[in-house]
């Protein structure tokens, strides 16, 4: 299918000048989200992450035990959105979580680079799924972006959307190696075209991680494409996402932007693994290791 030639139908970039301004704008704005309820609320949208080439069997499921357990130890707190971790981890989340509300995540598709086959990338989802992922993260082929191949890109995520039928799809954009704005929106649009249920700001791996800067740019994408199309789809940031006060500014982002209606861990998600116990260190006042 072709895409590409869709992209004319939405509103330029804005200029790295005018999203420098607005982050700015953002940040000041975010100073009086630094409170206990917006951390509760960011706690609850966390995507509780474990992609380490350490992990083990052992490793994970004491991970996913201990996310299990969170809610007795801490009634009065909602517990994160759900476990990501590595496909081959996926049936051992699912042992530990059994009966609780967590959903489980699953990177697929070739994560981080996305540099495989697309029957790879295909295979890896359709395993995640069957295993037991609620949820997949699968990167946006940044080569073919920045050589132009956009519908080839986009199609590779058609593709897996179908793949994914039933399931929560987010499409990772590696921002950091995207850079200008004019690509993180055509990238951000591509994506959405293609079935992303959420567009997700990094993968965490390269040396460029989320920015202000990306989400802000991102976001409009899905504002706009909202008001032409009618679907809400969800944006991620993940990747450097360290203290409660950085999780403020990005709710800051999505509440002015897209507004209270995406503040939900439906629509709103954090990609993090110390920011878990910075965020209860925050609400509860008291330093907080329990991860």
Not at 228 to 237: E, H, R, Y
């Amino acid at each position: 299918m072709e895409y590409a030639n869709h992209l004319s139908e939405y509103n330029a970039a804005p200029t790295q000048e005018q999203v420098a301004s607005e982050v700015a704008a953002l940040r000041a704005a975010a100073t009086a989200n630094y409170n206990p309820e917006v951390y509760k609320f960011c706690y609850s949208a966390i995507d509780l992450t474990t992609l380490s080439p350490c992990d083990c069997e052992a490793s994970v499921a004491a991970f996913a035990r201990r996310a299990a357990e969170f809610t007795m130890d801490y009634p009065h707190l909602e517990n994160v959105a759900s476990i990501c971790v590595y496909p081959p981890f996926v049936e051992t989340v699912g042992l530990e979580i059994d009966a609780t509300p967590l959903r489980i995540t699953s990177v697929a598709g070739g994560f981080p680079s996305s540099q495989t086959f697309l029957e790879v990338k295909m295979l890896e989802v359709a395993m995640a799924i069957e295993n037991g992922a609620d949820e997949v993260d699968v990167v946006l082929n940044v080569g073919k972006i920045l050589s132009g191949a956009l519908d080839e890109a986009a199609n590779e995520i058609e593709v897996l959307r179908e793949e994914s039928e039933g399931s929560i799809l987010k499409v990772i954009l590696e921002t950091g190696a995207l850079r200008t704005p004019k690509l993180i929106r055509q990238a951000s649009l591509l994506a959405m075209q293609a079935g992303a249920d959420f567009i997700k700001t990094s993968t965490g791996k390269i040396d460029v991680s989320a920015t202000p800067e990306a989400a802000v740019v991102m976001c409009h994408a899905i504002k706009d494409f909202h008001a032409k199309s009618g679907c809400k789809v969800g944006f991620k940031v993940a990747g450097g996402i360290r203290t409660a006060e950085d999780a403020a500014l990005y709710y800051t982002i999505v509440k002015e932007i897209l507004g209270q209606e995406w503040l939900t861990p439906e629509l709103f998600r954090i990609g993090a693994s110390s920011l878990a116990n910075q965020l209860l260190t925050a609400i509860e006042g008291t330093e907080v290791n329990y991860y």
